[in-house]
């Protein structure tokens, strides 16, 4: 079993920063990947951003290339997801998950947290 828990989320303003965390335990290998996915009012949860445990390897989706940026901490079996320039449509809630074989879509990822969430105020 994995336990995901994500911290960090609040209430900002437009242009603020955040780094939200996700801190992994149980059992994690390093060839899992990790991923981002949020959640705004009324939307599907869509998919944001992934990291491979073992070598760092990442990919975004097309929406936040360049304001979003995804890494890891393997001593500290977290991952974190930077977030830069916040928009009020960057409003959602963050879930942090973890794959044993990668991909973008929910159904790729075998355990999630509970989500935090991220108000953008404009």
């Known amino acids: 079993q994995v336990q995901l828990v994500e911290s960090g989320g609040g209430l900002v303003q437009a242009g603020d920063s955040l780094r939200l965390s996700c801190a992994a335990s149980?059992?994690?290998?390093?060839?899992?990947?990790m991923g981002w996915f949020r959640q705004a009012p009324g939307k599907e949860r869509m998919f944001i951003t992934r990291?491979?445990?073992?070598?760092?390897?990442?990919y975004y989706a097309d929406s936040v290339k360049g304001r979003f940026t995804i890494s890891r901490d393997n001593a500290k079996n977290t991952v974190y997801l930077q977030v830069n320039s916040l928009k009020p449509e960057d409003t959602a809630v963050y879930y942090c998950?973890?794959?044993?074989?990668?991909?973008?879509?929910?159904?790729?990822?075998?355990?999630w947290g509970p989500g935090t969430q991220v108000t953008v105020s404009s």
């Open positions: 149980g059992r994690i290998f390093s060839s899992y990947t």
């Open positions: 998950a973890a794959s044993s074989f990668g991909g973008v879509g929910e159904r790729d990822y075998n355990y």
């Open positions: 990291i491979i445990w073992k070598d760092g390897t990442t």
